[in-house]
């Protein structure tokens, strides 16, 4: 059974940073593309961040230079650096992962990060 379990989502001043973090358990982490993606209330899900099997990232532009995704493989777990917040970073962020030898992808519950301005 596949399981992703995120933590790290809080309430932050606008500025301010937090780490979420993204355990996998399930899926042979060190090849499987993880990525963040977040939700704002009556938006669509857009991709955040996604780092591959090689380590290469990719990142939305409204998030270049402010937020950085790593992994641990001997962890199983995704980071996601978030510094210089902004208000219209409020949403839930979500862990994906996508295993290389599977067509199916999986989801994290999902942790709320709330910027107050």
């Known amino acids: 059974q596949v399981q992703l379990v995120e933590s790290g989502g809080g309430l932050v001043q606008a500025g301010g940073s937090l780490r979420l973090s993204c355990s996998a358990s399930?899926?042979?982490?060190?090849?499987?593309?993880l990525g963040w993606y977040r939700q704002a209330p009556g938006k669509q899900r857009e991709l955040v961040a996604v780092?591959?099997?090689?380590?290469?990232?990719n990142y939305a532009d409204s998030v270049k230079g402010r937020f950085t995704i790593s992994r641990d493989d001997a962890k199983n777990t995704v980071y996601l650096q978030m510094n210089s917040l902004k208000s219209e970073d409020t949403a839930v962020y979500y862990c994906?992962?996508?295993?290389?030898?599977?067509?199916?992808?999986?989801w994290g519950q999902g942790t709320q990060v709330t910027v107050s301005s």
């Open positions: 994906n992962a996508r295993p290389s030898y599977r067509r199916q992808e999986y």
């Open positions: 780092v591959g099997g090689g380590g290469s990232t």
């Open positions: 399930g899926i042979i982490f060190s090849i499987s593309t």
